[in-house]
T-cell receptor
Framework: GAGVSQSPSNKVTEKGKDVELRCDPISGHTALYWYRQSLGQGLEFLIYFQGNSAPDKSGLPSDRFSAERTGGSVSTLTIQRTQQEDSAVYLC????????????FGPGTRLTVL | RKEVEQDPGPFNVPEGATVAFNCTYSNSASQSFFWYRQDCRKEPKLLMSVYSSGNEDGRFTAQLNRASQYISLLIRDSKLSDSATYLCVVKGTGGFKTIFGAGTRLFVKA
């Protein structure tokens, strides 16, 4: 079956521009996570969604970052007024059961801010 | 102190060697523990969950020590294909924030 998909796979933008990153989770997965991975670094938790509950935004690094999940499925991560330090790979993961089960990751979006 | 800490390595070992990674976590209320594997420029994939009683999957053994707040991963009879970064993952209770360690790089050489 289809896995988690993300688009675009690569995004190059100029400092100060807004970008939108999309994640299509595995069908039926109720939990969705966004992470950021900078070069040579581990994954930094950004935000998660579980069903219709309010998202946990505790990992968002600044108010320039926001995310939404429409209809409990597709999610969009928006970064406003991008900065060079936002350059990273943004990974999305989904999970069928929130508490303990495996997270399935998408291939990521590589964002480069010039 | 980071919430999840790992030795970044790299560990360079010959084929057939046994290698062990440790990971420490700071939140004593953490409930779930995992090891993920990440190949170069690829997404992470679950290697195995870590259970309180310890668990084994083929050449891989994971152990949890709650008192000392560390988990370990043992790889026996290393293969070239084991070369990757191994990520320690901890999930708390109450909230569902998942914390990934920075990873330990392993290179297995012929």
């Amino acid at each position: 079956g289809a896995g988690v998909s993300q688009s675009p796979s690569n995004k190059v933008t100029e400092k100060g521009k807004d970008v939108e990153l999309r994640c299509d989770p595995i069908s039926g997965h109720t939990a969705l996570y966004w992470y950021r991975q900078s070069l040579g670094q581990g994954l930094e938790f950004l935000i998660y969604f579980q069903g219709n509950s309010a998202p946990d935004k505790s990992g968002l690094p600044s108010d320039r970052f926001s995310a939404e999940r429409t209809g409990g499925s597709v999610s969009t991560l928006t970064i406003q007024r991008t900065q060079q330090e936002d350059s990273a790979v943004y990974l999305c993961a989904s999970s069928l059961v929130l508490v303990t089960n495996e997270q399935f990751f998408g291939p990521g979006t590589r964002l480069t801010v010039l | 102190r980071k919430e999840v800490e790992q030795d970044p390595g790299p560990f360079n070992v010959p084929e057939g060697a046994t290698v062990a990674f440790n990971c420490t976590y700071s939140n004593s209320a953490s409930q779930s523990f995992f090891w993920y594997r990440q190949d170069c420029r690829k997404e992470p994939k679950l290697l195995m969950s870590v259970y309180s009683s310890g668990n084994e999957d083929g050449r891989f053994t994971a152990q949890l020590n709650r008192a000392s707040q560390y988990i370990s991963l043992l790889i026996r009879d290393s293969k070239l294909s084991d070369s990757a970064t191994y990520l320690c993952v901890v999930k708390g209770t109450g909230g569902f924030k998942t914390i990934f360690g920075a990873g330990t790089r392993l290179f297995v050489k012929a």
